[in-house]
């Protein structure tokens, strides 16, 4: 039995669906074309931008095949439920559904996009420092990199429970918050340069629950500056 075999016996992912790898592409393009591609189904678990184990050991394999491959996938076949339903309407674009939507709906999709923001807020052989013109709205918003640092560190250890830490542009300012659940900055009015996901499934396979732990190596090996910096050069 080869490791996706495994995975469909296991229930991890869905038969049918693989772990597809895409190159790192537009955030916006990620989610029209491997959301809303002709399938049965009107939405489908959109791409990793890279290999289920390619951010081990910071996150195992085993991390993401649970995190990927069963929790994100799941959101995806929940909010597919609803179309079924009725209770969702599956010719909407994934953000007009979040925008117009609360309770499970709103959770589901909401959490689609979270995640898939998620991954592309991380890249093998990430951290370090972002350059150019996000480095000097760092400098500009927070006075410095490190304060940056401190302000994300707390915000992603102090979210209460389950939720995310974001570096989001508010108002032409850089800010960092914390959303609980599936709240994201999309519903502030605010634009989302990355994110880290502290819910626990996010890392307890690689850390139990040391969060602190995970948010540090998150921000020193795994954040990926040229996703936030094209966020960036976007708003
Ligand atoms: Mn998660």
Redesign the pocket.
């Known amino acids: 039995m080869d490791r996706r075999e495994f995975l469909v016996a296991s229930g991890a992912v869905a038969a049918g669906l693989a772990f597809p790898v895409t190159p790192t592409a537009d955030f916006k393009d990620v989610l029209a074309t491997s959301l809303h591609k002709e399938s049965a189904m009107p939405f489908t678990l959109p791409a990793l931008p890279y290999d289920v184990a390619a951010l081990d050991p910071f996150l195992t394999r085993e991390n993401l095949e649970l995190?990927y491959g069963k929790?994100?996938n799941a959101y995806v076949v929940n909010l597919n439920k609803f179309v079924d339903d009725g209770k969702a309407d599956g010719t909407k674009s994934l953000e007009d559904i979040i925008l117009s939507s609360e309770g499970p709906v709103f959770n589901n999709a909401a959490q689609i996009w979270n995640?898939t923001f998620?991954w592309n807020s991380m890249k093998p052989k990430g951290g370090g420092e972002p350059a150019g013109k996000l480095a000097e709205a760092i400098v500009r918003d927070f006075g410095s990199f490190a304060k940056f640092k401190e302000e994300f560190t707390a915000a992603s250890v102090g979210q209460f429970g389950s939720g995310w830490g974001w570096l989001v542009v508010d108002g032409g300012k850089l800010k960092v918050t914390k959303t609980g659940n599936a709240d994201l900055p999309l519903k502030y009015k605010q634009t989302a340069l990355i994110t880290c996901?502290v819910?626990e499934?996010?890392y307890y396979p690689t850390y139990k629950n040391l969060r602190p732990k995970y948010v540090e190596v998150f921000l020193a090996s795994l954040v990926n500056w040229d996703f936030a910096a094209a966020n960036f050069a976007r708003v």
């Open positions: 995190h929790h994100h995640h998620y996901d819910w499934h996010a």
